[in-house]
């Protein structure tokens, strides 16, 4: 299956729509499938597919049988481990109450709260990012054990002694537990200071409270997009010498799906006010051409 395949079958099961017709009519055998597979590990769609080969046993038959082998896992020990890092997140949350910290959560950790694919299971997730300069959140994160996951690691402290940043860092070393399925990348800024110029002023300011917290916040849907397509069409493709990831293109189409007409313009707008609306018409193409399905065309007799 090449990549624009790939990318439409990932996005049809994100959006909960039927995805079998995307699949090959001939030489779909267990090889093929076993390249499926490998494809989604790959790209860190593997929660996505598995749902989809789940709930098709009739065609994924035999693979299923050899589940072990693949790095196939039931659905529902991706939502097992969701709920777990859910749980994280809530305990911070609750420890927070009373205060007047505010940690922004980013990227992957907001979909666990806001419903953006049929299920929390369904995405992948590989870390906690949160945003938040006060001292005192780290300060928060280490009264309930989370240790640098690196203790060689040096952090850099200010006039105050409070930690900053070392040149061209955008988080502090990474923080975790022992029991904790992912650990935590404590941000002091939303993304690497070369891309700081497309970020929106109002990132950190124009928030709003996670569903079901009280002491987590959220970025306004509009900076959501912004920043998710910042980190999947520049950090990523510094990450994989130029290389771009499925699971970045789908978070971004589903986001962007889900803009209101006057959202997406204020998105576009944006861009043109910083100098980079090439960046967003880029993406607009590549979007298309990935995710759409496009209808064949008739043939003139």
């Known amino acids: 299956m090449d990549i624009r395949t790939f990318s ?21 055998d267990e090889a ?18 598995c749902q989809f080969i789940y709930d098709n046993p009739d065609v994924f038959r035999e693979i299923l049988k050899g589940s072990d082998a693949l790095a196939l896992q039931n ?25 007047t910290v505010k940690p922004v959560l ?4 907001i979909l666990l709260f806001d419903k953006l694919y049929p299920s929390i299971a369904m995405r992948h997730m590989s870390d906690i990012d949160i945003l938040c300069e006060d001292p005192r959140f780290g300060q928060a994160l280490a009264a309930l054990g989370y240790e640098q996951v690196e203790p060689d690691e040096q952090v850099l402290v200010d006039e105050r002694g409070n930690p900053t940043l070392q040149q061209g860092e955008y988080h502090l070393p990474p ?9 935590i990348e404590p941000h002091l800024i939303p993304t690497s200071p ?18 079901g917290c009280s002491n987590l916040y959220q970025p306004n849907p509009r900076n959501h997009l912004i920043h ?33 007409p006057q959202d997406r313009a204020a998105c576009e707008a944006h861009f043109r006010s910083c100098g980079a609306i090439g960046f967003w018409t880029s993406w607009r193409a590549l979007a298309e051409w990935t995710c759409r399905v496009l209808v064949p065309p008739q043939v003139l007799v």
């Open 8 to 28: 439409k079958l990932c996005l049809a099961i994100a959006n909960g729509e039927e995805a079998k017709s995307l699949l090959p009519t001939h030489n779909f």
């Open 32 to 49: 093929a499938q076993r390249q499926l597979v490998q494809m989604a590990v790959l790209q860190r769609v593997l929660p996505t597919i």
């Open 75 to 99: 659905p529902m020990h991706f939502k097992a481990r969701c709920m777990r890092i859910k749980s994280q997140l809530l305990e911070i949350d609750h420890h927070l109450a009373g205060t």
């Open 106 to 109: 980013l990227k992957g950790s």
């Open 175 to 183: 923080v975790g537990r022992a029991s904790d399925p992912v650990q």
């Open 194 to 211: 070369i891309y700081s110029y497309l970020v929106p002023k109002n990132f950190d300011t124009d928030v709003r409270v996670v569903d």
């Open 228 to 260: 998710v397509l910042i980190h999947a069409l520049r950090h990523d493709r510094d990450v994989l010498d130029g290389g771009l990831l499925v699971r970045g293109l789908v978070d971004c189409e589903l986001l962007y799906q889900k803009l209101a």
